[in-house]
């Protein structure tokens, strides 16, 4: 069974920056990808950033793609995500999750595991 637990949310005002980890335990893909969502209050959950485990190849949301890099370090079986310019729309709980394919890399229905997420509120 595949662990996954995220670390480094927290309380911040707007224009600060985070840095979110996930470490990954258990049997891991070889390949695939591993990917980040956030689900705010009321809202649906969404996709924030991808990136495949085999060769780096990134996606982002639009709302974010200049302001959040996610990167990986295949030696430790981590995904971070470093989150600058935070503002509080991105106020939510962020998901870390991992899938054994790179197809369809937004949408949420193809992860499989997940794990428990780290809030982030950001205020104004």
């Known amino acids: 069974q595949v662990q996954l637990v995220e670390s480094g949310g927290g309380l911040v005002q707007a224009g600060a920056s985070l840095r979110l980890s996930c470490a990954a335990s258990?049997?891991?893909?070889?390949?695939?990808?591993k990917g980040w969502f956030r689900q705010a209050p009321g809202k649906e959950r969404e996709f924030v950033a991808a990136?495949?485990?085999?060769?780096?190849?990134?996606a982002y949301a639009d709302s974010v793609k200049d302001r959040f890099t996610i990167s990986r370090d295949n030696a430790k079986n981590t995904l971070y995500l470093q989150m600058k310019s935070l503002q509080p729309d991105d106020t939510a709980v962020y998901y870390c999750?991992?899938?054994?394919?790179?197809?369809?890399?937004?949408?949420?229905?193809?992860?499989?595991?997940w794990g428990r997420g780290t809030q982030v509120t950001v205020s104004s």
């Open positions: 999750a991992t899938k054994a394919f790179i197809s369809n890399i937004r949408q949420a229905e193809t992860y499989i595991y």
């Open positions: 258990g049997p891991t893909f070889s390949g695939g990808a």
């Open positions: 990136v495949t485990w085999v060769g780096g190849n990134t």
